[in-house]
């Protein structure tokens, strides 16, 4: 019994030193992360705790909790930067047509104040598919 407990002790030990070598090392990939991010000219991004954050009027906030619009505009600033002012971007039809008319309206907007053109497929009502120029 002694024998077994001991051997216990010293595994629970070996996995709790393992854990804390671990996790000093995950720390690291938030540091690494951000300084990628931050090779995109520009870019607000940052990753903190394994998440995507930015500084906004309102404070620190994460990306996903953003608004559709405000997280398109970043999205589409990355996209408008990698390929220059007057570049094409693609947004995919599933993406799209999930979004609605007012996000759809500040995409167009803001694409045209950074003076980008945007390509997206739509289905209409009568079920043909059309491709639009924003």
């Known amino acids: 019994k002694d024998a077994e407990r001991d051997r216990h002790v010293r595994l629970a030990t070996s996995y709790a030193h393992q854990a804390e070598a671990l996790r000093g090392a995950a720390s690291g990939v938030d540091s690494v992360l951000s300084q990628q991010i931050q090779k995109i ?10 998440r995507l954050v930015l500084e906004t009027d309102r404070g620190r906030e994460f990306f996903a909790e953003l608004s559709d619009g405000e997280r398109w505009a970043i999205a589409l600033d ?47 009502e009568d079920k043909s598919l059309t491709v639009s120029a924003l």
């Open 41 to 50: 000219g520009g870019c607000p991004l940052r990753v903190d705790g394994g």
């Open 78 to 124: 990355v996209a408008i930067d990698a390929v220059g002012e007057d570049g094409l971007i693609g947004i995919p039809q599933m993406a799209w047509e999930g979004l609605n008319n007012r996000v759809r309206s500040l995409i167009n907007t803001h694409a045209k104040s950074r003076r980008a053109t945007i390509v997206t497929a739509e289905v209409t």
